[in-house]
């Protein structure tokens, strides 16, 4: 299975200036853990999740005052939409995180998550697993 049928694409793209509690209120309204920050004067293709936001709040930082810029992770893997779901599992398990944007010709078409790889995964048995007694 590759990207392409796994990955969301539903792309929260939001500008630098947006504040913490913006592009929070953006993702709840969405559905969705990460937004891709678009900013044409600096970095370009950036990512804001919801453990970036997590740990601003953590630290003490004023949602109102934080602004996505401040948080955004500007040093991106990207995946490709015909990268295999085995591919993107890797990169994420190397970088440590739980989200990727995916490009096609330049542009952002998608976000594949581990929630994504796992569902596509999960859909791919033919009984489900019992669950584990805590």
Do not use: K, Y
């Not at 969705?32 to 630290?59: K, M, W």
Request: aromatic letters at 2%.
């Amino acid at each position: 299975m590759l990207v392409r049928d796994a990955m969301s694409t539903v792309v929260l793209t939001i500008g630098p200036a947006h504040t913490l509690r913006q592009a929070a209120q953006l993702m709840a309204a969405r559905r969705v853990g990460a937004a891709v920050v678009l900013d044409p004067d600096d970095s370009g293709l950036g990512i804001l999740t919801e453990r970036d936001i997590l740990n601003s709040l953590g630290a003490g930082q004023n949602p109102d005052q934080e602004s996505a810029h401040a948080h955004t992770t500007t040093d991106v893997v990207f995946a490709a939409p015909d990268w295999t779901l085995d591919e993107a599992a890797a990169a994420m398990t190397r970088g440590g995180f739980r989200h990727l944007i995916v490009l096609g010709d330049r542009e952002p078409v998608g976000i594949v998550s581990v929630r994504d790889i796992v569902r596509c995964w999960m859909g791919n048995r033919e009984e489900p697993a019992e669950p584990v007694p805590a």
